[in-house]
């Protein structure tokens, strides 16, 4: 496993160890969890992406008009 040196205000390091504490981790481990959310999370332009093909895909449909189908739904029981 790699070490690594980062530069962190001392105010959110200080936040970083209250936090690893109160989820019983270290401070790497909290670290370790947050980067990985972080690369997980899509970007703006994959999102963009998604959204794009979500709409192409629904392209030719009539558009719902939610409050009827909530009425409906609704009424049916």
């Known amino acids: ?7 962190i205000p001392d105010d959110l390091l200080v936040e970083i160890d209250r936090r690893a504490a109160e989820r019983g981790t270290t401070r790497s481990g909290l670290l370790q969890a947050a980067a990985r ?10 999102l963009k992406a998604l959204l794009a093909r979500g709409r192409a895909a629904m392209a030719g449909y009539a ?11 609704r009424d049916s029981r």
């Open 1 to 7: 496993m790699a070490k690594v040196m980062v530069s």
């Open 37 to 46: 959310r972080e690369i997980a999370e899509p970007t703006r332009e994959e």
């Open 63 to 73: 558009p719902i008009d939610a409050v009827a189908a909530i009425r409906a739904d």
